[in-house]
């Protein structure tokens, strides 16, 4: 009889599903996966380790994660930088679709009808062994772990920084992207602009750009912040609010319907992206501040 089954992972994907559903912006696949782990009751299989790759995982998670798959070509959720979100389908199907069973069997179907749609291959029978299938689809989990590793040390790192070095840092990406930067903000009393930057080396041309730096692990900057920020941009000023915690939607909805300011809001993940795209216009100081080395993993097709 095989230790894993339809009826088991599919109760597994709901209870995930029911944990997500209360994460409307999203979790931490380490934080979802903990979760689950506290709501059932784990079987000694699944307690068990897998050992594969070189290292050892609890099959519990394997198992989960193995399953996810599914849902993402389902269309169920979505797998962002370490981050899982459910989607309205797959809100829709977790109401539609009670027993667990059948849960997971539509996930499978539609992942196999994603498939052969985008990779030209037939429809197999999804009556397949899911003891076999979890084995098989290792190399995928494998992957994803890792990339999920890479963000959540990037984020670590970002967000433990001192803010003045943060705020430093910032200020260097300025200068990769070829603004020249007249004023960083010394220790002390903030006054709501902490980087001053222009776009011609005398300062003469406009939009001179204002910078706000707040470097938070976790809290959002709301509305009533971005909101003051913005109230210190002139008419011939542009705004950016570099935020390690991200923005509220109120504080983001307030920035995009700005008519006569400019402001752009950044969060830790689109300073990665600008920091990865302009690190070679970065002088050699900068990036020791902010080391990162490319790896190349052959992508798992799945």
């Given at each position: 009889?095989?230790?894993?089954?339809?009826?088991?992972?599919?109760?597994?994907?709901?209870?995930?599903?029911?944990?997500?559903?209360?994460?409307?912006?999203?979790?931490?696949?380490?934080?979802?996966?903990?979760?689950?782990?506290?709501?059932?009751?784990?079987?000694?299989?699944?307690?068990?380790?897998?050992?594969?790759?070189?290292?050892?995982?609890?099959?519990?998670?394997?198992?989960?994660?193995?399953?996810?798959?599914?849902?993402?070509?389902?269309?169920?959720?979505?797998?962002?930088?370490?981050?899982?979100?459910?989607?309205?389908?797959?809100?829709?199907?977790?109401?539609?679709?009670?027993?667990?069973?059948?849960?997971?069997?539509?996930?499978?179907?539609?992942?196999?009808?994603?498939?052969?749609?985008?990779?030209?291959?037939?429809?197999?029978?999804?009556d397949k062994n899911?003891?076999?299938?979890?084995?098989?689809?290792?190399?995928?989990?494998?992957?994803?772990?890792?990339?999920?590793?890479?963000?959540?040390?990037?984020e670590k790192f970002?967000?433990?920084?001192?803010?003045?070095?943060?705020?430093?840092?910032?200020?260097?990406?300025?200068?990769?992207?070829?603004?020249?930067?007249?004023?960083?903000?010394?220790?002390?009393?903030?006054?709501?602009?902490?980087?001053?930057?222009?776009?011609?080396?005398?300062?003469?041309?406009?939009?001179?750009?204002?910078?706000?730096?707040?470097?938070?692990?976790?809290?959002?900057?709301?509305?009533?912040?971005?909101?003051?920020?913005?109230?210190?941009?002139?008419?011939?000023?542009?705004?950016?609010?570099?935020?390690?915690?991200?923005?509220?939607?109120?504080?983001?909805?307030?920035?995009?319907?700005?008519?006569?300011?400019?402001?752009?809001?950044?969060?830790?993940?689109?300073?990665?992206?600008?920091?990865?795209?302009?690190?070679?216009k970065l002088d050699?100081?900068?990036?020791?501040?902010?080391?990162?080395?490319?790896?190349?993993?052959?992508?798992?097709?799945?």
């Open positions: 009889m095989a230790e894993i089954t339809w009826k088991r992972t599919g109760e597994l994907l709901r209870k995930l599903f029911e944990i997500l559903k209360q994460h409307p912006d999203g979790l931490k696949a380490s934080n979802a996966l903990e979760q689950l782990a506290s709501a059932v009751e784990m079987t000694p299989h699944e307690k068990g380790m897998y050992e594969g790759n070189g290292n050892s995982t609890r099959r519990f998670e394997k198992i989960v994660r193995f399953a996810t798959i599914d849902c993402v070509k389902a269309g169920w959720l979505v797998k962002h930088k370490g981050t899982w979100v459910i989607t309205n389908e797959g809100i829709s199907a977790y109401e539609k679709i009670k027993d667990p069973e059948s849960f997971y069997r539509e996930a499978v179907r539609l992942y196999h009808k994603w498939k052969a749609q985008n990779q030209g291959t037939t429809v197999k029978n999804t899911i003891e076999e299938a979890t084995l098989e689809g290792s190399n995928s989990v494998t992957f994803e772990q890792a990339e999920e590793q890479a963000w959540a040390e990037v970002l967000k433990s920084m001192n803010p003045y070095e943060f705020q430093d840092l910032v200020a260097d990406l300025l200068k990769g992207m070829g603004y020249f930067v007249s004023w960083i903000s010394p220790p002390g009393k903030d006054s709501g602009v902490d980087i001053i930057a222009h776009p011609d080396p005398l300062g003469t041309q406009v939009p001179r750009l204002k910078v706000q730096v707040k470097r938070h692990a976790d809290a959002k900057v709301d509305r009533q912040t971005v909101q003051s920020f913005i109230s210190t941009i002139g008419d011939d000023d542009a705004g950016l609010f570099v935020a390690t915690s991200g923005f509220t939607k109120d504080a983001e909805e307030h920035a995009r319907s700005q008519e006569r300011r400019m402001v752009m809001l950044i969060d830790w993940e689109k300073f990665f992206e600008l920091w990865i795209q302009f690190q070679h050699d100081n900068a990036r020791r501040k902010f080391p990162i080395t490319p790896i190349y993993f052959l992508t798992p097709n799945s």
